[in-house]
Antibody, heavy 123, light 101 residues
Framework: EVHLVESGGTLVQPGGSLRLSCAVSGFTFTSYWMAWVRQAPGKGLEWVANINEYGSDKYYADSVRGRFTISRDNAKTSLFLQMDSLRAEDTALYYC????????????????WGQGTLVTVSS | QLTQSPSSLSASVGDRVTISCRASQGINSHLAWLQQKPGKAPNLLIYTASTLQSGVPSRFSGSGSGTDFTLTISSLQPEDFATYFCQHLGSFGGGTKVETK
């Protein structure tokens, strides 16, 4: 059974840093792209970042580029999100998701999700 | 960019429900639909516009190509009251909340 478990979310002050983790099991981690998707309280879904199977290709939403860094440890089947220079608008539930690349550059499906970890940015 | 309509709707068990998603440019059939229940993570329902994800009930169907897409629930069940999102690559629609009438 596919299992994704996020951790690391907490209350942090504006300008602070946080590192989120996602522990993965139940599938061949090295065969999949992975992603972070966030959801502000009462709002919709917002893609944050993607990373390829090898960790060599990374893509970011404009809203986080230059402040967030996605990475993975294939030996430990874990996904990470380093979040720096945090802002109030980064407050959200952060989901880790498995990406099924149906057609490269044309269709990515987020086919398995964790339960999320809450990041609150406030003084 | 993906625009969903309506943003919310009220329906009763047994009703036929349709949700629309419009893309700002043509995306062929490369669209997915996800369901999110309150307090839960999203769940993939349909991909490539009309292909049902494994385990998804057949009352769900998707159609469309190019810029206009539709998610249809043929006979709404109690467990279908949720929010539905369309998705293409890194873009998500704003969501449609299906509420009880």
């Amino acid at each position: 059974e596919v299992h994704l478990v996020e951790s690391g979310g907490t209350l942090v002050q504006p300008g602070g840093s946080l590192r989120l983790s996602c522990a993965v099991s139940g599938f061949t981690f090295t065969s999949y792209w992975m992603a972070w998707v966030r959801q502000a309280p009462g709002k919709g879904l917002e893609w944050v970042a993607n990373i390829n199977e090898y960790g060599s290709d990374k893509y970011y939403a404009d809203s986080v580029r230059g402040r967030f860094t996605i990475s993975r440890d294939n030996a430990k089947t874990s996904l990470f999100l380093q979040m720096d220079s945090l802002r109030a608008e980064d407050t959200a539930l952060y989901y880790c998701a498995r990406v099924d690349v149906v057609v490269a550059g044309r269709e990515d499906n987020y086919d398995s999700w964790g339960q999320g970890t809450l990041v609150t940015v406030s003084s | 960019q993906l625009t969903q309509s309506p943003s919310s709707l009220s329906a009763s068990v047994g009703d036929r429900v349709t949700i629309s998603c419009r893309a700002s440019q043509g995306i062929n059939s490369h669209l997915a639909w996800l369901q999110q229940k309150p307090g839960k993570a999203p769940n993939l329902l349909i991909y490539t516009a009309s292909t049902l994800q494994s385990g998804v009930p057949s009352r769900f169907s998707g159609s469309g190509s190019g810029t206009d897409f539709t998610l249809t629930i043929s006979s709404l069940q109690p467990e279908d009251f949720a929010t539905y999102f369309c998705q293409h690559l890194g873009s998500f629609g704003g969501g449609t909340k299906v509420e009880t009438k």
